[in-house]
Structures are given as C-alpha cells and as structure tokens.
C-alpha cells in the first residue's frame, strides 16, 4: 500500500474518533509524522537576545486566479509560503505543472482541485506563468454576462442574421466577421444545446479559438461565456477581453430593450 493511499485511512479514521473535521485531522496526521515542521521555541537570556531568523513574507491575499493565501490555509491547514517551499524542495520549476500538482496531491493529500490552484499561484510567484496563461504556456481568457432571457432567445439572436445585425453593428469588426462567417457557413451545425438549456458553439477566430457558452439561470436569465483561447501573449489577451465585453454587453442590451 502506498504512502497516499494509507494516510487516506488514517484520517477519516481519525476524524471519526476525534469528531475533528477531516483538514483538522490531516493536519495532525502529517505533524505526526513530519515532527521537524512545527515550530521549536528556545529560550535565551534577556543580556544575549537569540538572532532572529528571516522569515518568507505571507503571499498577498489574492493570487490572481490561483488559489489564495486564506483559501489555502483553510482548505489545507496551511499558508500558501508553507506549499511554496514545498514545491521548491520538490523542484516544482524544473520537473513543471503536471508533476509538481501530483506531488501536492499524492504526497502531502492537498485535494485535487487545491493542488492545482497553489500550483498556479506558485507559478506565478516565481515568474514561469503569466496571468492569464495556461499550464501548457497558452494565453486564453473568459468573460461572462448574465442576459434577461432564456437559451433559444440568444441562440436566436446569435444565429440569425437579421436579429445579429441589431447588436454587433458598432462592435469589433474582425469578432463579427469571424462570427459570421462561423455561423453562416453552409458547413456549420450551429449553436449545440442539451434539453436542460446549456449550450455551446465553438468556432475558430483567425488563429484562436472561441467557445461561447450559455448556461441557464434561475428567473428566465441565462449566463453567456465567452471564452477565447490560443491567444499569442497577455497584450493579446488584454484586447479580446475588451473586444468581448463590449460584444456581451450589446447583445445584452437587445433584451433589455425588448
């Protein structure tokens, strides 16, 4: 039985005897067996004051779009600077992503979306991604609104060209040309939408790719994502943000008018 999956015995079983919550268990778990982490405290004489060691500075509450310092301690049981040295024992830089959010997951029990979020967080922290870039070095980004209506009204107004003309008249016009050209196409299949109201369509921009989504919300509204990936650096990305919420905040105004 390997290491993993023995602590992931080991605390449930704990958690049930001690009624501790399981983060609370795991933390006690691993402090068991990782005595050397916590902290010793030596006593000195007021005449010969005992060097105080520098400490790493606690990140900053927000890890922009990783997981943050207060997530992390409270999903974990530990601050974001505690993963960041685990990592950087580890060797996180070097052996990549993939590698160094298995070994939070497998090695120290981190839940699987958490070890993905600090791994992030500590790629940005030590300069090997960008915002808004991808774990395989592409730069994408995503902008949602929330519309006055339901999905086969937008699909409508999406899909129709007279309807499509009502909102993207003063909107980019390399977005429209490639969108209609997506949508008019005799080889396009459409906008494809389940029975419980969710939608998707999925088209090429120039060399990026787009995936609008619509997905249905309580009182007749529905949320439309757009997301564009395959983008060539953060300036790019920077300009389609714009480029979108200019293009979702006229499409929704169609319904607000009507």
Known sequence: MTRARALKQVIPARAAKTGELY?????????????????????????????VKARTAAPPASSKGGVSYAKSREKTGYGLDH????????????????????????????PGW??????????????VRALNQRCDGEYEVSVSKVMNARTPDVVKALTEPRLRRRWVKDIDVGMVKALSAALDSSASKGAVVRPDG???????????????????????????VATNSKLSDGAMVEERRGVWRAALQALAQVFSRS
């Open 83 to 110: 993963w960041f040295e685990v990592l950087d024992r580890f060797g996180g830089v070097e052996k990549g992503h993939t590698a160094a959010a298995r070994h939070l997951y497998e090695a120290h029990l981190v």
């Open 114 to 127: 958490y070890a993905q979020g600090i791994t992030v967080a500590y790629e940005r922290a030590r300069g």
């Open 23 to 51: 983060t609370t268990a795991r933390r006690h778990v691993l402090n068991d067996l990782h005595p050397q982490t916590q902290t010793v405290v030596r006593f000195h004489s007021m005449s010969t004051p005992a060097p």
């Open 198 to 224: 969710q939608a998707r369509f999925r088209y090429k921009w120039g060399d990026t790719t787009v995936q609008l989504y619509l997905l249905p919300k309580p009182g007749d509204k529905v949320s439309v």
